[in-house]
C-alpha cells in the first residue's frame, strides 16, 4: 500500500529466460537533495531524470510548503526556484513525508537552523521510525523539537533562531545523519564538522561543493571527517540525476538467478559509496561485467550485464562494506537462497530500522518458501538451495517495504512454484516502472484479486 492507496497483492511466477535492457529510473537519494539543496539555492535549478516515485514526489510538495516554488514541465525537466540558504517560510500545514526516510530526517535538519516551526508526519512505516538520531544532533543547533513517545512522528520542529555550528560523531553509519547535520550546519555561522567512523554514501558533500559551498573531507584518527564552511550562498544548477543503482539491483539479481538471462543494465552510477553489492556478487560467483566505464557529473558509470549464473558461492560479506550496500541486503538475501552453500551478513543492525525490519521481513518470508535462515540482533545467515532450488509456493508480507515488495517478486522468477505478497504498493516509492520494466524482460508478475 503506497501512503495513500489500498494494497496491491502480487504474485511472481517462475519464469524462462529475463533478457534485453533494463531502463532503470533516476538515483533516490540524489533525487531527493536536488529538491533540497535547489530549494535553498537562489535561483533556478535544473532537473532532469529526476525519480518520480512517491518518496521523491512527497520531497517536491514539501519544498513547495516551504516557500520554494518547485513545476515539472511535460518532458519530465524539473525547475526549482530556490528560497536561499535560511530563507524557508513557515509551512501552514502538516508537512506528510509519506514512507520517506530520507525526506523527512534530510528536511527536518535542512529546516532546523531557521527560525520557524514545522510539524512532519509520514504513513505507518514511517511514523514507527526512530527520529532522536535526527533530533539529538539538531538540538546541538538550538533546534527543539516534539515527538511522540520514543522520538516517534509526527514531530514538530522548532528551528534556532541563533543557530551555533557544531561538531558531531555520528553514533551509527548513516548518510541521513550526516546529511541533516550538514544541512542545517548551512544556516549556522562558522565550521560544522561531522565525523563518521565508516563513509557513508556521500552524495551531500558531492552536492554541496557543486552547489558552490565549501565542504572539505579528510581521514584521520577519529575517522571519516567532513567540514562544512556555514552561510554560503548556494548557486543554482544544472542535474542530471544518475540512474539508481540500488533499483539496479533487482533487475541484475533477478538475470543472475533465472536459467538463460542476459540483462544489460545501462548507466548505472558506481560511486564507491554505494556500489558494495555488485563488489559482493562478483565474490560470489556472478557473471556480471562493467561496460563501458566512463565518468559523468564527477562519478564513476557504467553499463552493467548480468547474466546467469548457476555456480554462485555463499560468502561472509565483509561487514566493513555494509554502508555501502545497506539497501540491497533484502536482494542478497534472495541471490544467496540460489547459491550454493551459506551466506553470512554481518554488522547490519541499521537493517531492523529501515522501512520494514529487513532481517525479519526477509526471513519470515523467505523461511516461508523453504529457505533456512538464521538470525541475531545485527546478523542474519541464509542457507542457499543452489540454483533453481528455491520450493517457493508462499506468500511474503511486503510491511509497507517497496525492497522487500521487489526482493520477493525477483524470489518468484526462479523458485519451483510462484511466490506471492500481501501488497506491492510500495514499489512505487522507489521505482514505479518495476513491474513493466521486468515483464519486458520476461518475468511474469501478476497482481492479484484482493
Ligand atoms: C539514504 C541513506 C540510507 C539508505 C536510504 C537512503 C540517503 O539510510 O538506507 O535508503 O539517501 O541518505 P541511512 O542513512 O539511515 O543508512
Redesign the pocket.
Known sequence: MSSHGTPIPMSSTPCGPLTGTAEVPGD??IS??SLILGALSVGETVVTGLLEGDDVLDTAKAMRSFGAEVTRDEGGTWRIHGVGVGGFAEPDHVIDCGNS??GV??IMGAMASTPITATFTGDASLNGRPMA?ITDPIALFGAQSYGRRGGRLPMTIVGAASPRPVRYTTP????????AVLLAGLNAPGETVVIEAEA??D??ERMLRGFGAEVRTEQTDEGHVITLTGQPELKPQTIVVPRDP?SAAFPVCAALIVPGSDVLVPNIGLNPTRAGLFTTLIEMGADLTFENMREEGGEPVADLRARFSPDMQGISVDPARA?SM??EYPILSVVAANATGTTEMRGVK?LR??ESDRIDAMATGLRANGVAVTEGEDWWCVEGCGAGGVPGGAMAGSRLDHRIAMSFMVLGMAAQKAVSVDDGGPITTSFPIFEPLMAGLGADLRRDPV
Open positions: 533516490k537519494s531527493h537533495r526516510g530520507t530526517r534530510l538520531r551509527m553509519a548513516s548518510a541521513q545523519v550526516k546529511s557513508t554514501r552524495h551531500t540500488s554502508a545497506i539497501d541499521e530500522v529501515k
